[in-house]
């Protein structure tokens, strides 16, 4: 069964630092998604991105935030400078129609020192 | 603000029982509805999608009433797997691509 996979699993970095967590979605989707999950919260929509373009974004994805999608497989999320409250887990998400379920990645451990 | 409120939880049960989950939603521009259910520090997994006419699946009942913008979820004869929380999770709706909207999750802990 296709599946939405992460890398790292893990990333531990020191603020201020710049970190790249890497997805690559189910082969035939279009709609592609981060979220996130601080510990003990609930799960966070952060960017959505279809047709290679961000199409919605939370007031989280700020400047320090961008995405992209390189080539046809990977989708990546960069954080530019990152802080103490970036600690999260990560999650991609990817869909294949606008009314489909998404499906998530096993997310990335993101802890800022 | 769009929210979704469930049930604080956790729910203790024994293995075999019947387990009901509830959820509010404040959108009322959403269309598309789940649960999810999640793993300890895993990533949400898709359990169900939730159609307004009812929809069952095995051991799972998923109900919408949209007037009440009420959803819910029941689980009918426990089994020790299904120990997890269960998000419930609605589309952000007003022409958006589909960003979902969770609820903190309702914890469900099944003792043999």
């Known amino acids: 069964e296709p599946e939405v996979t992460q890398t790292p699993s893990h990333q531990v970095t020191q603020m201020g630092q710049e970190v790249i967590l890497r997805c690559v979605p189910i082969?035939?989707?279009?709609?592609f998604y981060w979220y996130r999950q601080i510990l003990g919260q609930k799960v966070e929509f952060l960017v959505s991105?279809?047709?290679?373009?961000?199409?919605?974004k939370s007031e989280i994805f700020d400047d320090q935030f961008s995405v992209e999608r390189p080539d046809g497989s990977n989708f990546t999320l960069k954080i530019r400078s990152t802080k103490l409250e970036d600690s999260a887990m990560y999650f991609c998400?990817?869909?294949?129609?606008?009314?489909?379920?998404?499906?998530f990645g096993p997310g990335t451990r993101l802890t800022v020192l | 603000r769009k929210e979704v409120e469930q049930d604080p939880g956790p729910f203790n049960v024994p293995e075999g029982a019947t387990v009901a989950f509830n959820c509010t939603y404040s959108?009322?521009?959403?269309?598309?509805f789940f649960w999810y259910r999640q793993d300890c520090r895993k990533e949400p997994k898709l359990l169900m999608s939730v159609y307004s006419s009812g929809n069952e699946d095995g051991r799972f009942t998923a109900q919408l009433n949209r007037a009440s913008q009420y959803i819910s979820l029941l689980i009918r004869d426990s089994k020790l797997s299904d120990s997890a929380t269960y998000l419930c999770?609605?589309?952000?709706?007003?022409?958006?691509?589909?960003?979902?909207?969770f609820g903190k999750g309702t914890k469900l802990s099944v003792k043999p």
């Open positions: 082969s035939n989707h279009l709609y």
């Open positions: 999770v609605v589309n952000a709706g007003g022409g958006s691509q589909g960003n979902l909207i």
């Open positions: 998400a990817s869909k294949s129609g606008s009314y489909n379920e998404q499906f």
């Open positions: 959108n009322s521009a959403s269309q598309s």
């Open positions: 991105f279809y047709n290679n373009e961000i199409s919605e």
